[in-house]
């Protein structure tokens, strides 16, 4: 049982209207129902949105308390947060809309995760926050869905198996994403767009966000110089070829924070990439510059106006995102490879079931809030942490069994 007992809520969901909000309280509703062991609440800025949730929810839903705030009404927050154990937030993007949510529940001593992949704005949290939430008890964790949750508790499973079995960990690893089946909500794209805007904006921002260990606390950042694919790559591990993996950009920070924050595990000269599989043969390095160009195009696109508008136009809008059908019909397949400093190699295997940004997200975001409500002891130090750093067994044993995950040693030679 975590701290603050006397609250009424164990857990609050805040964003609870959009669109991977939607997915985080139907898997809440249908796994932990309403009036049980769990007492929970749903938030955000609209009574008619909310009330329209709980209508399509259907059955005991109507019993499910709601609560009314605007992400930038800090009295509203505050007294949301007085409220709850835990609060989780879909409300993005997050550079945006999400400060003062961590601000308040900073200050009132709540647990709080969300679904951020926004480096930046993480780096400006720790810097603005970090002291006070460690005086307030206040575990803050971001990035609790496809990113980062998969990359960040693949590498902590393959250290554990590499440690029992070599006796030390890999010093190097590579995450290859096999399959990966889904697609982007307006939400995730909005966040995107964001970033390239403020890259844009201030040409500083993209030296800060180049850097492998750029949300390392500060005094404690590796020198180990990591692998950066930014072209196509044949890889001999697999015989395919390989393109830069969106997310990386965010998953290999989160891995690196989470070393750095257990007191280097990993080692301190832990190296650690992550890229895509495009196929084999010509088809599959044709598909890699494909990926590249596209990626490119992106960014570039998104970073001024004229085209922003024109790239805005195209892709989902908030609140919009894959169909149910879409949603149940993905999944996700990752594959790690890890290396230790004297030549053994372990090859390990995630995967998840359902759409990995959404119907998976949403169970793996509902599972860490569920954890930091009932798994991390009361008297864990309060800060910025991250999935693996602070809810590391616990988490693995409720993404196993409950959200769809698997975990599983292939090859060790
Ligand atoms: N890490 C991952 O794997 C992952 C996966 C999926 C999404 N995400 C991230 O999760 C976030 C949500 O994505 P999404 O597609 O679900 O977004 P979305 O459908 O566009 O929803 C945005 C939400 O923010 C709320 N909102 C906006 N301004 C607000 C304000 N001033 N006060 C209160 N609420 C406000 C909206 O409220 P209304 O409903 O009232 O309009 C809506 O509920 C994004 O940042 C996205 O990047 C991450």
Request: glycine share 10%; charged share 25%; hydrophobic share 40%.
């Amino acid at each position: 049982m975590s701290k603050s007992a006397d609250r009424a809520y164990d857990l609050v969901v805040f964003g609870a209207t959009s669109f991977v909000g939607q997915i985080l309280t139907r898997y809440l509703f249908d796994t932990y129902k309403i009036g049980k062991s769990v007492k929970w609440a749903i938030a955000g800025r609209s009574a008619e949105k909310l009330a329209v949730l709980k209508e399509t929810l259907g059955g005991k839903a109507a019993e499910l308390p709601v609560i009314l705030a605007d992400a930038t009404d800090g009295k509203a927050l505050q007294s949301m947060c007085e409220e709850a154990r835990v609060v989780v937030s879909t409300v993005g993007p997050y550079a945006l809309y999400g400060e003062t949510l961590v601000r308040e529940c900073v200050r009132t001593g709540t647990d709080y995760c969300d679904l951020t992949g926004e480096v930046q704005w993480i780096r400006k949290m720790v810097d603005s926050y970090e002291d006070e939430a460690k005086a307030s008890g206040a575990r803050i964790v971001h990035c609790c869905g496809f990113d980062s949750i998969p990359s960040d508790m693949g590498v902590w499973f393959l250290q554990g198996e590499a440690e029992k079995l070599f006796g030390m960990p890999c010093r190097d690893v590579r995450m290859r994403v096999k399959v990966a089946k889904g697609a982007f909500s307006g939400g995730t794209v909005a966040s995107m767009i964001n970033i390239a805007k403020e890259v844009g904006a201030n040409p500083g921002l993209r030296k800060e966000l180049a850097n492998p260990f750029s949300i390392c606390p500060p005094d404690d950042r590796p020198k180990a110089r990591q692998p950066n694919l930014k072209s196509a790559e044949f890889d001999k591990t697999f015989n395919v070829w390989l393109a830069p993996f969106v997310m990386g950009a965010i998953n290999t920070r989160i891995v690196h924070r989470s070393n750095a924050l257990q007191n280097a595990p990993y080692g301190r000269d832990f190296t650690y990439d992550e890229a895509m599989m495009t196929g084999t043969g010509i088809k599959g390095r044709l598909a890699a510059y494909g990926v590249i160009g596209g990626l490119g195009a992106f960014l570039a696109g998104s970073a001024i106006k004229p085209t922003r508008w024109i790239i805005e136009k195209l892709v989902p809008k908030p609140g919009e995102g894959p169909s149910p059908e879409a949603q149940d019909s993905g999944f996700y397949d990752l594959r790690f490879v890890g290396r230790t400093a004297d030549g053994k190699t372990m090859i390990t295997k995630v995967t998840g079931d359902k759409d990995p940004g959404y119907g998976s997200t949403g169970k793996m975001l509902g599972e860490a809030a569920m954890c930091l409500a009932f798994d991390v002891p009361a008297d864990h130090p309060g800060g910025f942490w991250t999935p693996a750093s602070l809810l590391g067994a616990s988490l693995m044993d409720r993404l196993t069994s409950k959200a769809g995950l698997t975990f599983d040693v292939l090859e060790t030679r």
